[in-house]
């Protein structure tokens, strides 16, 4: 089965941001566990700002989370 794993690196470059099933996930890119950061499922494209909000779009809209871990907001639903 083919499935498909979106990904960002973080503005500094230290870490990954990832589709991971139903999550988005983090990442060290020096090693370590991944970190969930929200639930989210068939992600369609992610972006990680500087100011450390992660944006991400679903089949239900686009969202935003911080990287360090917050509750999603949805700031567009989809057919708006």
Do not use: M, N
């Not at 499935?3 to 870490?15: A, I, T, Y």
């Not at 992610?46 to 909000?53: A, F, H, M, V």
Request: glycine share 12%; net charge negative; aromatic share 8%.
């Amino acid at each position: 089965e083919f499935r498909r794993v979106l990904f960002r690196s973080s503005p500094d470059g230290q870490s990954l941001v990832f589709s991971s099933g139903s999550e988005l996930r983090k990442i060290a890119v020096s090693g370590g566990a991944p970190v969930a950061v929200a639930p989210a499922a068939d992600i369609s494209g992610i972006s990680w700002e500087s100011d450390g909000t992660i944006f991400y779009g679903t089949l239900d809209g686009i969202w935003r989370v911080a990287a360090a871990g917050s509750a999603p907001e949805r700031i567009l639903r989809a057919g708006e």
